[in-house]
């Protein structure tokens, strides 16, 4: 009696539908590893963005905290475009002082927080010379300039305050004691007028972040002078 074989393979259908199957698993894990990468790259740059704002709020900081009054010259000054400071040098004494500068400009089209920072000057013509130009960086730098800046973040806006008589006020106000100015040298044999003001007790830094950020928003940072005895915020 013949014996039937009674094995049975697949059809061409339940094939190509177990391909189909196999597929659509594929794109769906493709997707999903897709869609995970695109997420861990994004927390990253919302990560990075948000150390280097701290980066650079720890640095405005610590040039507060270095401020050093010069004998008619003015310490901390701001003219509504750059806040220029003079402070100790991070490094040893006889590196001399540090002039920075503070500003924000739009570069292809879109506003950022700058930070520049002048040779050790240990001079009171080379401080001067300095100090003209970090208006000039901020106004219109050029290439040796913009090799001293950092970019720290995207801003839209900033404003500066200072904690004098009890309140804050207007820096550019007349509420500060101003002394008399004298004439000093400034670069290239031009006579710059420089006066002298306290420094004051406190300065608040208001930044407006643009959306897209890590952070955006109104960001408000309040330093005091550590020689109040206060401590700093």
Same mark, same amino acid.
């Given at each position: 009696? /013949?014996?039937?074989?009674?094995?049975?393979?697949?059809?061409?259908?339940?094939? &190509?539908?177990?391909?189909?199957?196999?597929?659509?698993?594929? =794109?769906?894990?493709?997707?999903?590893?897709? +869609?995970?990468?695109?997420?861990?790259?994004?927390?990253?740059?919302?990560? !990075?963005?948000?150390? $280097?704002?701290?980066?650079?709020?720890?640095?405005?900081?610590?040039?507060? #905290?270095?401020?050093? @009054?010069?004998?008619?010259?003015?310490?901390?000054?701001? !003219?509504?475009?750059?806040? %220029? &400071?003079? %402070?100790?040098?991070?490094?040893?004494?006889?590196?001399?002082?540090?002039?920075?500068?503070?500003? %924000? *400009?739009?570069?292809?089209?879109?506003?950022?927080?700058?930070?520049?920072?002048?040779?050790?000057?240990?001079? *009171?013509?080379?401080?001067?010379?300095?100090?003209?130009?970090?208006?000039?960086?901020?106004?219109? /730098?050029?290439?040796?300039? *913009?090799?001293?800046?950092? $970019?720290?973040?995207?801003? #839209?806006?900033?404003?500066?305050?200072?904690? %004098?008589?009890?309140?804050?006020?207007?820096?550019?106000?007349?509420?500060?004691?101003?002394?008399?100015?004298? /004439? @000093?040298?400034?670069? @290239?044999?031009?006579? =710059?007028?420089?006066?002298?003001?306290?420094?004051?007790?406190? =300065?608040?830094?208001?930044?407006?972040?643009?959306?897209?950020?890590?952070?955006?928003?109104?960001? $408000? *940072?309040?330093?005091?002078?550590? $020689?109040?005895?206060? +401590?700093?915020?």
């Amino acid at each position: 009696m /013949p014996r039937h074989n009674t094995s049975k393979g697949f059809t061409l259908i339940e094939v &190509l539908v177990a391909i189909g199957i196999l597929a659509l698993m594929a =794109v769906m894990s493709w997707r999903g590893l897709d +869609g995970m990468t695109r997420s861990q790259a994004q927390t990253q740059q919302r990560m !990075d963005e948000v150390q $280097t704002l701290q980066t650079g709020l720890a640095q405005w900081s610590a040039d507060l #905290d270095a401020l050093i @009054a010069q004998p008619q010259f003015n310490a901390i000054e701001w !003219d509504g475009l750059v806040l %220029r &400071l003079t %402070r100790r040098s991070s490094a040893a004494d006889a590196d001399g002082l540090l002039v920075v500068g503070w500003t %924000r *400009r739009v570069i292809d089209g879109t506003g950022y927080w700058l930070r520049w920072q002048s040779p050790p000057v240990r001079s *009171r013509a080379a401080l001067t010379d300095a100090w003209q130009q970090a208006v000039l960086w901020a106004q219109n /730098p050029g290439e040796e300039a *913009r090799k001293r800046e950092v $970019t720290v973040t995207p801003l #839209d806006q900033w404003q500066i305050f200072y904690f %004098r008589n009890d309140a804050w006020s207007n820096p550019q106000s007349s509420a500060g004691a101003v002394l008399p100015s004298i /004439p @000093a040298s400034g670069a @290239a044999g031009t006579v =710059v007028t420089v006066s002298s003001q306290p420094i004051p007790d406190g =300065v608040r830094l208001v930044l407006t972040l643009p959306p897209g950020q890590a952070l955006s928003g109104t960001l $408000t *940072r309040d330093w005091v002078r550590p $020689t109040l005895g206060g +401590g700093k915020s």
